[in-house]
């Protein structure tokens, strides 16, 4: 095998640099401030590692798990509009990647619904609908840098609550463990915090007490990083050599790199938490159902709600 030269090594950083600062712009971080490619060290040694090889650079993103429960935050169970142009974003980013270095890139989607179906009050069928959609979205579109990875292709025809206790049992760290890392890391705390949050805007026909909602829902972001954590740590057992994405916001310098699918006014925003708006300048974003329906008309695709559309002059 051929030593490495020290113009080989100059080759490797200027592609890895220049391939991270493709994703720069879209960073999901919690703070405002932006950071240069040098602060993500870790993202510039595994794609550095895939340049070396002269191979395609893969990242893996945990997410597009299930539509919200709610439907005033969402258009129905299966995906849309959202879905579709978060989707486009993520192939087009890899052509853009393929552009600096020629073996290209990938993404796999590691759709997480079923990790978590319990937890989020999403029957498994709806789960199984979601990330059948998204591949056949894939398919139509020919968005051939993605592919969708889920507990399927772990775990088979297994039952579903037989798969998610596999996972917790084999993967989960311990309450205990979770308990003191969310009262003493400012990152794990605000994760916790966000994750309850949407907990609660995700509940619908709750017949209890708000605090008593509250009380559950806290209980219940526990069980959702857990879940997390196993899943993260099998999907890094199944593809070992990585960059890992996030749809979380996630600080410089952290393993995983938080990426923003599309436009919204809260960085914890997905495109399975919101409906997609077409704002009349022709840009898109990301809004609860309720709040994007008072600003412009439904427009359905396929006999299905797909997204909003404002008119030339604002709401329709």
């Not at 490619?37 to 893969?58: D, M």
């Not at 026909?205 to 069980?223: D, H, P």
């Not at 974003?285 to 412009?296: F, M, S, Y």
């Amino acid at each position: 095998m051929p030593l490495t030269t020290a113009a080989d090594a100059r080759t490797t950083e200027a592609v890895s640099t220049a391939v991270l600062n493709l994703l720069l712009p879209h960073h999901r971080a919690s703070g405002a401030r932006s950071a240069p490619a040098g602060a993500f060290s870790h993202q510039l040694r595994r794609i550095g590692g895939y340049v070396r090889r002269n191979e395609p650079v893969v990242f893996t993103l945990p997410g597009f798990p299930c539509k919200s429960p709610n439907p005033a935050k969402v258009l129905g169970h299966l995906p849309d509009q959202g879905e579709r142009l978060s989707l486009a974003f993520l192939n087009s980013l890899c052509a853009g990647i393929g552009e600096i270095h020629a073996p290209g890139a990938r993404v796999v989607i590691c759709s997480d619904g079923h990790v978590f179906g319990d937890l989020v009050r999403v029957p498994d069928e709806h789960v199984d609908a979601y990330s059948d959609e998204l591949s056949r979205l894939i398919r139509e579109l020919r968005l051939d840098h993605l592919s969708v990875f889920d507990l399927r292709d772990v775990l088979g025809d297994l039952p579903h609550p037989a798969k998610r206790a596999w996972v917790h049992d084999r993967y989960a760290p311990g309450l205990d463990e979770l308990h003191h890392e969310v009262r003493t890391d400012e990152h794990t705390l605000a994760l916790y915090r966000g994750i309850t949050r949407f907990l609660l805007d995700d509940t619908a026909g709750f017949t209890g007490t708000r605090s008593a909602l509250q009380r559950e829902c806290r209980r219940r972001a526990y069980g959702v990083i857990q879940r997390s954590r196993a899943w993260g740590a099998l999907v890094a057992e199944h593809h070992p050599r990585s960059v890992r994405l996030s749809i979380h916001p996630q600080p410089a310098g952290a393993l995983k790199f938080g990426i923003r699918l599309l436009d919204a006014p809260d960085a914890w925003t997905t495109p399975w938490h919101a409906a997609a708006l077409l704002s009349a300048d022709g840009t898109w974003r990301l809004l609860p159902r309720a709040q994007a329906a008072g600003l412009g008309r439904l427009v359905t695709r396929d006999g299905r709600p797909s997204h909003f559309e404002q008119g030339p002059g604002g709401p329709a």
